[in-house]
């Protein structure tokens, strides 16, 4: 379908009217591509393939940016001076008690070197039914030990049980036994995940330690073989 606006006036700060804000708010919520550059894209296609999840759409707006794509890329930036890349991408289900499948999903993996800037549009765990998004990134922030840690990771799970249903709002879903399920499932996720943060951030803690190490004896033997040095400090 075609949805078309005419004549619309613009009022002050109008999200709705800024193509820019538009794109990547329909990056994130909606079932369109990934980038025909992105080098995960066919893997984590074929499992959504696997797993039921329909087709992307192709979606233009008038910004003159061609098709808008999925709001991952390979690379991002983590400082002005430096980027990093994903590395890895993960799939797992989870099914409740009965052996039903709740909902199944991919993780991509990468140095973890700290929080995602939320103007990437890009971080979070999160939840989709028919592959259109329902909240936003932080829907499942809580299911972590320390909340600030869900804008470390991206990915997305779909939900595939259909007693889990989103609530009139779409910014959470009905709370019900397959849903708390679910959560509790998340749960050892983000639990995975977060020991895996703190894993790769003390690994870079022993490594600055080890650099700082080897640049104090460097400095110490360049200094051992001036003759000013006291042969005592030798």
């Known amino acids: 379908f075609e949805v078309e606006l005419c004549k619309v006036v613009r009022i002050k700060n109008d999200v709705l009217m800024n193509e820019s804000a538009v794109r ?11 980038s025909r ?13 696997d797993h039921g999840v329909k087709q992307p759409v192709s979606i233009e707006i008038n910004d003159g940016d061609g098709l808008i794509l999925n709001r991952v890329t390979n690379s991002f930036p983590i400082s002005q001076n430096a980027t990093d890349e994903f590395r890895e991408v993960e799939f797992f289900e989870h099914k409740d008690s009965d052996g039903v499948l709740l909902a199944s999903g991919w993780i991509l993996h990468h140095a973890y070197c700290g929080a ?14 028919g592959d259109i998004q329902v909240g936003d990134e932080t829907i499942t922030a809580g299911l972590f030990k320390e909340s600030r840690f869900s804008s ?11 007693k889990i249903v989103p609530n009139g709002r779409r910014d959470d879903f ?11 499932e998340l749960k050892l996720l983000a639990t995975r995940l977060t020991a895996l943060i703190r894993q790769r951030s003390n690994q870079r803690v022993r490594l600055r330690k080890t650099h700082q190490q ?8 360049e200094a051992s073989r001036s003759p000013r040095m006291p042969a005592l400090v030798k």
């Open 24 to 34: 990547s708010y329909l990056s994130q919520v909606v079932p369109v591509p990934f």
């Open 37 to 49: 550059d992105f080098k995960f894209a066919d893997e984590i296609n074929t499992w959504l393939f």
């Open 116 to 129: 995602f800037s939320r103007k990437l549009g890009m971080a979070g765990l999160r939840l989709r039914v």
């Open 152 to 162: 470390w990771v991206v990915g997305d799970i779909h939900i595939h049980h259909k």
């Open 174 to 184: 009905e709370q019900n036994g397959k849903y708390a399920e679910l959560q509790d």
């Open 214 to 221: 080897l640049t104090n004896a460097s400095a110490w033997f």
